[in-house]
């Protein structure tokens, strides 16, 4: 009846501020922007979606709050990355590491790439937990299969024995979604988590990621040329194009009043199928 | 087109060789032939930069007409087993089934040889000439070539640009040669680069046992085995042609590095 | 005189693939990847093949235009056994059918220029250098593109460009019968857009019949006539495109539409039902119906009995399911 307005009615402070980020790449002895300006909140236990079309910036934006973006395409990248308060631009790679994967989760588009192939499930996870966590290994084991349970993972204890490559995409995805929550993250960032997937499948997928973020009470900031996957996850909306950011806005004030004629477009070629 | 420094240097020494190999009979400061018995053994002097051998013969000569051998051995085996191997390979890869089972099957047995041993015993059945040993290396070169051509066509063959071809109703051997053949070159080119090194070594090797040219004919390998012989009171006998050997395989061993630099997609997104 | 003559007819396609499962299991396994597909196409037709990864629709399509021949069943198209063994056969048959794929990326051969890939379809023909020419820009120019095109090479455009000429050079023939595999779905939505409106237009254009697979349920209700929809190797449902959406009945078909995102947030909290699971893993083929271990309604015969379609109503509308 009334629109779904997330909950947020005292102001908190944002968990993640990017402010004034440009990146610019070195294309052909050629200083190309590629970011230009972007500046976003993403407040606790909300989702920012990022939507765009390819090229438009938004995987270097998540790249770049990660900073793993390397040097070679890299040639500078200026601005604020204030994680919980602290500028991660002024950190080394090395200060970085501590950060990846502990406080930060990061969920790549395609999962079988993402994945090491010699590797099984377990031995990824055990290795991802034991890297950020004091535990044990039977500790360790422990924690990935109520890992791979809470992220739907049919047979946990069976399939953790598996290589990428035996699962299905589905599965390959849940098993990449649980590496990233294997620490407790306070912040997932996911790049285009169900692109690669089957429609059924991201439905699954997306429920998936409803439903954790309400029981780890995490921020989300979710990547994807989709505008319908946006509509579906998101409770605040960037729009990228070529670096910039075109609008940003509440999901509902989006999609029912967009303010700039490139978001109408967008909105208009999703109405139209 | 060359990357790096070392590209280029293998590219001007083989420049050179080949020159010096083409125009031996009219740049060659003496007759390689030319025994001066009186003379053998000389050290390196003005006139004979590189010193004489044990008889008497100008070794800067003789190495410049033993490129034409080395050089056009290494370049003539490797164009014929080439052109053999890519066939099959091509063949083999694109039409599958039982004709690549044998020819795999074979290719495994001929890897398994001691390729060098193999050589010698086809070149000793046959007779000790350079037309045999050009037999003998063809007979081992081939397979390389066999072996990585069906590699690649295997993963080309399925790309849909060739599955596109196959829909425009052209014959297999058009698709082979115009649509799969050009995209699988590049590894190709390196190959024959690296063979050719890989070849004049052998020929060395093979005129050094005194299975190749036959006695007195100016061959880096054979020159080296005569000086075997004085190498205490005459090591410059062996040693202007073994650097030679050394020169021309290294400077085929910078081209191919370079050419397989230039030709990995990944370098060229710079 | 029948009023719609169809172009194509298959019948009980099978495909199987062996699995290679280590040596002693040599040549037994093997992937049954069409399961009897049965399917006709009408000329002047658009038929759409719907269906998620790895449900056989793109094996379909590569079975009909030979690139890998069914291991049984039978294709005619125009009623005549289709026989490719000579050298003329092939020609003629690929004259008339022809495809277009899904990566624009892979489909063009990197080391030729455009101009050479248009102009090869009628060289292969027997055309002379200027009448190729000339069909060549003609081709270009039904795609939107123009001269300047010649003499590039692929990866000098864009991927909407790349498809355009995708679509010229299996159009420059005027072939009969197109067939179009998932041709739009590695594209943005605008060029995505773009692109069917394109297709559209050739199609009346160019006189043509149109096979066009995608996953996408949305693009098959805009784009085709008629639709089948796939699951495992077997047609599960048939039905008029534009009442695919509304009235499509199989559990399956009715959980690929539920699952497509709603793209109105305030839509969100009125969740569908999803299906549970995922496809079995190659090979695993359930007996009885296909869909029975991920169907929310699944009964008494559907684990032993497999449905075969079976008409609705008096019009085509087919489904396979015990439910009707």
Known sequence: MTPTTPEKTDTPTPILVVKDLNVVFRVKHHAVPIIKNISFNLFPKQTLGIVGE?????????????????????????????????????LSNRQMQPLRGKELGFIFQEPMTALNPVLTIKDQLVEM???????????????????????????????????????????????????????????????????????????????????????????LLFISHDLRVIAEIADQVMVMRDGKNIESANVDRLFHSPIRAYTRELLGLIRYQ | MFQSKWTYIGAVIIAVFALAAIFAPWLAPYNPYDMRLAEQLSL????????????????FSRLMHGARISLSVGVIVVLISGTIGITMGLVSGYYGGWPD????????????????????????????????????????????????????????????????????????????????????????????????????????????LGLGAPPGTPSWGAMLSEGKQVILEAPHVSIFPGLAIMLVVMAFNFLGDGLRDRFDPKSTIN | MMISENILECTDIIKHFPVRGGIWRKGRNRIHVLNGISLTIHKGEIMGLAGESGCGKSTLAKAIVNLSP????????????????????????????????????ASLNPRHKVGGIIGEMLRIHGASPADTENAVLLALKDVGLDSSALDKYPHEFSGGQRQRVAIARALVNHPKLLIADEPVSSLDLATQHRIIELLKS???????????????????????????????????????????????????????????????????????????????????????????????????????????????TADAHQVACHLY
């Open chain 1, 54 to 90: 390819s090229g438009s910036g938004k995987s270097v934006t998540a790249l770049s709050v990660m900073k793993l973006i390397d040097t070679p395409p890299l040639l500078h990248m200026t601005g604020q990355i204030l994680f919980q308060g602290r500028d991660l631009m002024t």
């Open chain 1, 129 to 219: 937990i034991r890297n950020h966590l004091k535990v044990t290994r039977r500790e360790a084991v422990d924690r990935a299969v109520s890992l791979l349970t809470e992220v739907g993972m049919p047979n946990p204890g069976q399939r953790m024995r598996n290589y990428p490559h035996q699962l299905s995409g589905g599965m390959r995805q849940r098993a990449m979604i649980a590496m990233a929550l294997s620490c407790n993250p306070k912040v997932l960032i996911a790049d285009e988590p169900t692109t690669a997937l089957d429609v059924t499948i991201q439905a699954q997928v997306l429920e998936l990621f409803r439903t954790l973020q309400e029981e780890r009470q995490m921020s």
């Open chain 2, 44 to 59: 390196p002097t003005l006139e004979h930069f590189m010193g004489q051998d044990a008889n008497g013969v100008d070794i």
């Open chain 2, 101 to 208: 089972t044998i020819l795999m099957r074979l290719v495994d047995i001929l890897m398994a040889f001691p390729g060098l041993l193999l050589a010698i015993a086809l070149v000793s059945v046959l007779g000790p000439n350079i037309l045999n040993v050009v037999i003998a290396l063809t007979v081992l070169g081939w397979v390389s070539f066999a072996r990585l051509v069906r590699g690649q066509v295997l993963s080309v063959k399925e790309r849909e640009y060739i599955q596109a071809a196959r829909t425009s109703g052209q014959s297999d051997a058009r698709i082979m040669v115009v649509h799969i053949f050009p995209n699988i070159l590049s590894p190709v080119i390196v190959q024959a680069t690296f063979s050719v090194a890989g070849v004049i070594i052998a020929e060395s090797s093979l005129s050094f």
């Open chain 3, 70 to 105: 069914p291991s049984a069943g039978q294709i005619l198209y125009n009623g005549r056994r289709v026989s490719l063994d000579s050298a003329r056969e092939k020609k003629r048959f690929y004259k008339d059918v022809q495809m277009i794929f899904q990566d624009p990326f």
């Open chain 3, 202 to 312: 050739l199609k009346s254009r160019y006189d043509l019949t149109v096979l066009f697979i995608s996953h996408d349920l949305n693009l098959i209700a805009d784009f085709c006539d008629r639709t089948a929809v796939m699951y495992m190797g077997s047609i599960c449902e048939l039905i008029s495109a534009d009442q695919l959406l509304t009235h499509g009945r199989h559990p399956y078909v009715r959980a690929l539409i539920d699952s497509i995102p709603i793209s109105d947030p305030r839509m969100r909290m009125k969740k569908r039902t999803l299906v549970s699971g995922e496809v079995p893993i190659a090979g695993d083929l359930p007996t009885g119906c296909a869909f029975h271990p991920r169907c929310p309604h699944r009964f008494d015969p559907c684990d032993v009995h497999t449905p075969r379609l079976r008409s609705l």
